[in-house]
């Protein structure tokens, strides 16, 4: 096998902010991609950072009434402090302040500047605080500036330009003969499309006499550098350029992640500049879309701003990671919720992969005494090993194409395959009869290398988790077969013999809370495409039925409707109080009720009855009375169980 080598970046982050949702997803996609490319035998570098300088980070320190130093090293703090709780294994952290960084920066503008590539002019044009730069008329929307929706001032000023129009021909050039250079297509389309029309050249300084807090131009020392000119550059002062062994080891193999706020100065910008400094362009440009908060823009204004330390500390690291990964269709726009988010955990992860796991293990614990069985070669086994083998093709293609949620779907479908192969199989049933001893070792095996090959392909994405399942297992992590998948990716290493350890559950559930009217429900969505996926008849599976919330609700209060002789409003605990309207009144009178333990559908929407909101449904069995008329017998349980307790 050739060793590839692989360098991938996330932007280096303004400090102006504290790390949110967006960071952390895009800093979990080039962790899961760095691992990725690491089980692929690939040697890997992979960077973060933090973008430091610029009039956005000064006019934030002096809100905080703090020199920008101070301001950005607080901020810079909190990233690096942010990233281990999710995981994220770097190899440098950059900050745009380090010493090496502001060398190379000065450096790269002398060299373009002794080609010629850099000159000094006056110019007067529309400049916008938010976005840094001088907008053009076609850029506004009504005279402002469609991002930031302020109008731009209007500023004269001397300035040096980079010569970017001298290599726009060369650039359309790049993109064309490399379809894979910008990725996803849309984006290739339309940084094309931007392209079509006669590129500007690009202002790369300011005056120190409006902001000082920047690297010196090397040439001229009344000017710092614009913010995006020494931001770029920090992928390559990060692998040593241009002395340092790392640059020549990694910089031809250079991808670079980031979400299309940044398009331009990544795909147009970048690339220019480094015709301009003679140093060969990046590999490839991988570009995600946005995330939204229940289907809002999140903005510290609205109030919705996610943090990653919050839902680390409420959902465990690997829901998040792998939810993010599973839930964004990479290069579209996704929306984060709660609910989508238990959803997700509670369904693919607890029930699908969490159960699998246990239930074999405890299989192979109590039938085998902790040790991996014998397999017998058997035909009917065919099926399981095909569907890992799919998986395995399916999964490296797609995360190799940063089409994680592809790659996911591919290996959930082989965990339904392996919950399926444990109904068709019964090994309950086989450890009764003595003649089926063989038979029962081998489907017990094929369970514990399925696992095991769910850990192999897990490890990039839910790194916890997989060693987990590793440890349950009773494998060494660092053996060769669980390092790679050149070296674990085929059917049947797992050892005979080897005793597995006694291992905790994977992903307790999370309970879901009471919703209302207003709320989404995404379970709908996926019990639809479940349904799709199984036909089954009129069979549901368990992950349908567990969608529905049953919980044991006590009465504190009934009474009649003036309206209605068929309904009784009940005021219930389940813990929380809760009202249901019930057609029961014909049937019980509300003293009675009282104090009952009755047994509520939980996340029913809310409908209005009477004009009262009905927040569930209260189960009931119909029966014939003696008098061969209809009666409504509540289901009610007996004994002391608290309010709330879930059905099973
Ligand atoms: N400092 C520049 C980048 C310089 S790179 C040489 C910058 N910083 S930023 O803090 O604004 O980060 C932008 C990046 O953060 C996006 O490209 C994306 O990676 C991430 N995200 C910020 N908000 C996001 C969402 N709402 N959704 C997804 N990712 C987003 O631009």
């Not at 297992?473 to 049947?492: C, F, N, P, Q, V």
């Not at 209060?557 to 003036?562: D, G, T």
Request: aromatic content about 10%; some cysteine; proline content about 5%.
């Amino acid at each position: 096998m050739t060793e590839k080598t692989t360098y991938i970046t996330t932007p280096i982050y303004y400090v102006n902010a504290q790390p949110h949702l967006g960071h952390a997803y895009t800093t979990v996609v080039a962790d899961t991609y760095s691992r990725f490319c690491r089980l692929c035998g690939d040697e890997v570098r992979f960077q973060t950072g933090t973008d430091e300088h610029g009039d956005k980070i000064v006019e934030a320190a002096a809100k905080e009434h703090v020199e920008p130093r101070q301001y950005v090293d607080n901020i810079s703090a909190m990233f690096r402090d942010t990233w281990p709780l999710l995981n994220i294994d770097y190899d440098r952290f950059i900050r745009t302040t380090d010493e090496d960084h502001i060398a190379v920066v000065q450096q790269i503008l002398q060299h373009v500047y002794d080609a010629g590539d850099i000159y000094f002019d006056e110019y007067s044009g529309l400049y916008c605080t938010g976005c840094e730069r001088f907008l053009i008329e076609r850029e506004l929307v009504d005279g402002k500036c469609p991002d930031h929706l302020v109008a731009p001032k209007e500023i004269t000023e001397q300035n040096y330009f980079f010569r970017m129009s001298k290599y726009q021909q060369q650039l359309i050039d790049h993109i064309r003969n490399n379809p894979d250079f910008i990725t996803p297509e849309r984006y290739r389309n339309e940084v094309l499309s931007f392209l079509s029309e006669p590129l500007d050249d690009l202002c790369i300084s300011r005056p120190t006499s409006r902001l000082d807090w920047g690297i010196r131009l090397p040439f001229d020392e009344n000017y710092v550098t614009y913010v995006w000119f020494d931001a770029l550059i920090n992928y390559l002062t990060g692998i040593g350029y241009p002395d340092g062994e790392n640059y020549p080891r990694y910089w031809a193999g250079a991808e670079h992640l980031i979400a299309k706020d940044i398009l331009k100065p990544h795909a147009i910008y970048w690339p220019t500049m480094l015709m301009a400094a003679g140093v060969p362009v990046y590999k490839k440009l991988h570009v995600h879309g946005y995330w939204n908060v229940d289907e809002t823009k999140m903005s510290k204004s609205l109030g919705n701003v996610i943090r990653p330390a919050g839902l680390v500390e409420e959902y465990g690291v690997d829901t998040f990671r792998y939810f993010s990964l599973r839930e964004m269709s990479f290069g579209l726009d996704a929306s984060f919720s709660r609910d989508a988010i238990i959803a997700r955990k509670n369904a693919d992860l607890a029930n699908d992969l969490g159960n699998l796991f246990s239930r074999s293990v405890s299989m192979i614990e109590k039938y085998c005494d902790s040790r991996i069985p014998e397999p017998a070669e058997e035909e009917t086994d065919a099926e399981l090993r095909l569907a890992s083998a799919s998986m395995l093709e399916g999964y490296s293609r797609n995360m190799a194409d940063f089409k994680f949620h592809l790659g996911l779907q591919a290996v959930w479908e082989f965990v339904s395959e392996a919950n399926r192969y444990i109904v068709r199989n019964e090994p309950w049933a086989l450890v009764k009869d003595t003649s089926k001893k063989k038979r029962l070792g081998s489907v017990l095996y094929n369970l514990a290398e399925s696992l095991r090959l769910l850990a192999l392909v897990l490890k990039p994405v839910m790194p916890e988790t997989a060693e987990k399942m590793i440890w349950g297992l009773g494998i060494d992590a660092d053996s060769e077969m669980m390092k790679t998948l050149e070296h674990g990716g085929s059917w049947g290493k797992s050892v005979v013999g080897t005793r597995l350890n006694k291992s905790e559950n994977l992903f307790p559930r999370t309970e879901v809370k009471k919703k209302s009217n207003s709320e989404k429900k995404p379970q709908n969505k996926k019990k639809d495409k479940r349904q799709q996926e199984e036909p089954g008849g009129d069979h549901i599976n368990f992950n349908q039925f567990e969608n529905v919330e049953l919980l044991v609700a006590r009465v504190v209060e009934a009474k009649k409707l003036k309206k209605s002789d068929r309904l009784l409003k009940l005021s219930l605990e389940a813990p929380e109080p809760r009202t249901i309207v019930s057609g029961i009144a014909e049937s019980y009178r509300p003293e009675e009720l009282v104090g009952k333990n009755v047994i509520i559908v939980a996340n029913l929407k809310p409908v209005k009855l009477m004009g009262i909101a009905s927040e569930g449904m209260v189960l009931t069995a119909e029966a014939e009375d003696e008098q061969g008329g209809k009666r409504v017998n509540l289901l009610t349980v007996p004994g002391e169980v608290k309010p709330g307790t879930r059905v099973a």
